[in-house]
């Protein structure tokens, strides 16, 4: 078949020594061998570093500053990498966040009850996989669009969750286990960094190594031509859902024991940042557009950076909604430039 460049005429075709036909090869190459394709979060970050260092050199270039963008970015990166299954199979959970509220609230007020550790943990969990059953009834048994499904499992986790704590603030009682799970650290690193590098761990396991994670893609990329190879698209879509509000059950854990109190409302404001550190992760690493583990915790640093810097600027509350959103519009833009060019 031919192509556009091989119909114009032969005094208009580019020939070897012309700069116009060189130009693109060389940029290409500039481009590829500095990483940029694939590694510009790398490069924002740095350069990120290099801001607050002039701007705020006395509060930002400390351990302490590390320690803090670390532990606090924990639970995001959980609730971001609880999105990559779902998103790699074509799919949105916005469930996600609500699912996290509810394992918060649900592990405060159990253990406020006198619960012992195991029982609440195991009360979570099932909890999660029940969301997980549910959005999964929804989405592969009845049919609905994942947005739409998730989007009405959230209103009523949002719901339960304020039945749970009759819409007040739980606090975790004095001595709880459950404490030194969220605010102890572990070689000078805090202790959630931990969950996130043990969730991070088995979830690039799934995705990158086995088959199950390579159906996950397959799915996410053509439906029909995943089904016409065999694949199982129901039971992977169940299986990522139900991955999903597990991990968002366990991030709900990591950010009640890091509080030590949580309220009906804490879980919402999770879902917009998770987001925009999924698609923005796309961008990363990979060059087809995938959303990925390393590329998603990458954008977890990068957003967590910014965000926490302009904080220590003086910056007002509301920066981080306003850098969050920005951050997911450029995401969504540059993940359908990479699907395009890749498509090229």
Not at 288 to 316: D, E, H, K, M
Request: proline share 4%.
């Amino acid at each position: 078949m031919s192509s556009a460049e091989d119909l114009r005429p032969a005094d208009t075709q580019p020939g070897p020594g012309d700069a116009s036909a060189e130009r693109p090869t060389v940029r290409t190459a500039f481009v590829h061998r500095a990483g940029l394709d694939r590694l510009s979060g790398v490069y924002a970050l740095a350069a990120l570093v290099v801001l607050y260092a002039l701007w705020v050199p006395d509060t930002f270039l400390t351990a302490t500053t590390l320690r803090t963008v670390s532990a606090n970015q924990s639970v995001t990166a959980i609730a971001a990498m609880a999105l990559i299954l779902p998103v790699a199979a074509g799919l949105f959970d916005l469930s996600v966040a609500a699912t996290l509220g509810v394992g918060a609230v649900l592990t405060v007020q159990l253990q406020a009850d006198g619960r012992s550790l195991a029982v609440t943990l195991l009360v979570v969990v099932l909890t999660g996989l029940g969301v997980g059953l549910l959005n999964s009834l929804l989405v592969v048994g009845v049919g609905i669009d994942s947005f739409i499904a998730t989007l009405g499992t959230s209103s009523l986790l949002s719901a339960f969750a304020y039945w749970i704590t009759g819409g007040n603030q739980v606090i975790l009682p004095p001595g709880s286990d459950l404490t030194s799970f969220g605010q102890g650290s572990l070689l000078e690193v805090p202790t959630p960094v931990w969950y996130v590098a043990a969730v991070g761990l088995i979830l690039f396991y799934v995705t990158e190594l086995t088959t199950a994670g390579r159906y996950a893609y397959a799915v996410g990329g053509n439906k029909e031509a995943a089904r016409l190879i065999g694949v199982r698209v129901g039971r992977v879509s169940v299986c990522a859902l139900l991955a999903s509000s597990l991990m968002a059950t366990v991030a709900g854990v990591v950010l009640a024991a890091e509080l030590g109190a949580t309220d009906p409302n804490v879980g919402p404001p999770y879902l917009l940042p998770a987001f925009s550190a999924v698609l923005l992760g796309a961008t990363q690493v990979k060059t087809n557009g995938r959303v990925n583990v390393l590329g998603t915790l990458l954008a977890v640093a990068l957003l967590g950076t910014g965000i926490y810097g302009l904080q220590l600027a003086g910056a007002p509350t509301y920066v981080s909604d306003l850098f969050n959103g920005a951050a997911l519009i450029l995401a969504v833009s540059l993940a359908l430039l990479a699907h395009r060019r890749t498509r090229r």
